[in-house]
C-alpha cells in the first residue's frame, strides 16, 4: 500500500496548524485512577508528607492535562490549584453517595465492597470530578475523563449535568444523562434509563434540552425520559420502559399496564395462577 506525499503533507500540516498541545489519554487515566485509590483504595497509613507528595504529583499531571488542552500555564495553574482546593467538598459529597449505596442496597454490606467492585459509584466518582473541572470552564478534559468512565461502566453522564447529593446508581448499564440534566437529592437510577433530549440539533446547543428530576425520585431501568422542559415531581417512583416527555407530578407512580394473554384463550390452569 502505498500513500501519497501529498497526503501526508497535508496531516503535518493541519497538526502544525493545530491550536492544541499533545493530549496525553495516559495521564489522564493515571490521573483518575491514582486519585481514587488515594481518596478511597489506600490501604496504608502514610506520614502526613507522603501524602502530600501523592497530591503534589497528581497536581503536576492534572496542570499538564489542562495545559495541553489550553495552552496556558497561567490558567492551568489557576486551575489546578482550584480543583484540589474543593477536592475536600468533592469527596465529601462522593462518601454520601456511597453512604446512599450502603444504606438502600441488600447486596452490599461494606462501603469497602462498594468503593472496590460498584461501577455505579465509580461512574458517579468521574462525574463529579469532570464536573468541577467543567464549572471551572474546562472543557476538553472533562469530556475525555467522562468518556473514559463511560467505556469502563456503560454509565454516560455528561460533566455538564448537574446533579445533587446521595446519589445512588445501581447496576447502572446503559444510563444516559444529558448535557443540561438537573437531578435533586436522594435520587436513585437503575440500568438503562435514559435522561435525554426531544430533539438532537445544532441549533439548541444553549438551550436547556434535558429533563428535570427532583428529590427523592426512583426511576426503574428502561425508563426514558426527554425534554428540556420535563420535570418528575418529587417522591416520584417512575417504572421500567415508560417513555416520558412531558411533566410528572410529585409523589406519582407511572407505569406500563402489564397484560398476559394467553395463546389458545383458555383458561389458565390452577397451579398456574399467579400475580406480578
Known amino acids: 500500500m502505498k500513500v501519497s506525499d501529498q497526503f501526508i503533507k497535508k496531516i503535518l500540516e493541519k497538526k502544525q496548524t493545530s491550536s492544541r498541545g499533545f493530549f496525553d489519554k495516559g495521564n489522564m487515566e493515571n490521573f483518575v485512577n491514582n486519585l481514587y485509590n488515594v481518596l478511597f483504595l489506600s490501604q496504608e497509613i502514610h506520614a502526613e508528607n507522603q501524602i502530600y507528595i501523592e497530591f503534589e504529583e497528581l497536581h503536576e499531571i492534572l496542570f499538564e492535562l489542562i495545559k495541553n488542552t489550553s495552552e496556558d500555564e497561567v490558567f492551568a495553574e489557576k486551575q489546578a490549584d482550584h480543583f484540589f ?16 449505596i450502603l444504606e438502600f442496597d441488600p447486596a452490599t454490606e461494606s462501603l469497602e465492597e462498594i468503593l472496590l467492585s460498584y461501577p455505579g459509584f465509580f461512574a458517579t466518582y468521574v462525574y463529579r470530578i469532570s464536573h468541577q473541572l467543567w464549572i471551572q470552564k474546562i472543557r476538553i478534559l472533562p469530556r475525555v475523563i467522562s468518556e473514559y468512565a463511560h467505556s469502563r461502566t456503560g454509565i454516560d453522564i455528561h460533566p455538564g449535568a448537574v446533579i445533587g447529593k446521595h446519589f445512588f ?4 448499564t446503559g444510563i444516559v444523562i444529558g448535557e443540561t440534566t438537573v437531578i435533586g437529592n436522594h435520587v436513585k437510577l437503575y440500568q438503562g434509563v435514559t ?3 426531544l430533539h438532537v440539533s ?20 428502561g425508563a426514558t425520559i426527554l425534554g428540556g422542559n420535563t420535570t418528575i415531581g418529587r417522591d416520584s417512583i417512575i417504572g421500567g420502559n415508560v417513555w416520558i416527555t412531558q411533566n410528572v407530578p410529585s409523589s406519582s407512580l407511572v407505569y406500563n399496564k402489564s397484560e398476559i394473554k394467553i395463546k389458545d384463550n383458555g383458561t389458565l390452569p390452577e397451579s398456574l395462577t399467579f400475580v406480578i
Do not use: T
Not at 482546593?85 to 446512599?100: C, F, K, Q, R, T
Not at 446508581?169 to 447502572?172: L, P, R
Not at 445544532?202 to 431501568?221: G, L, T
Open 85 to 100: 482546593h474543593v477536592l475536600p467538598e468533592l469527596y465529601n459529597s462522593l462518601i454520601l453517595d456511597a453512604e446512599s
Open 169 to 172: 446508581i445501581d447496576h447502572g
Open 195 to 197: 435522561l435525554g433530549a
Open 202 to 221: 445544532k441549533d439548541k446547543a444553549n438551550e436547556k434540552r434535558h429533563p428535570n428530576i427532583e428529590d427523592h425520585v426512583i426511576i426503574y431501568s
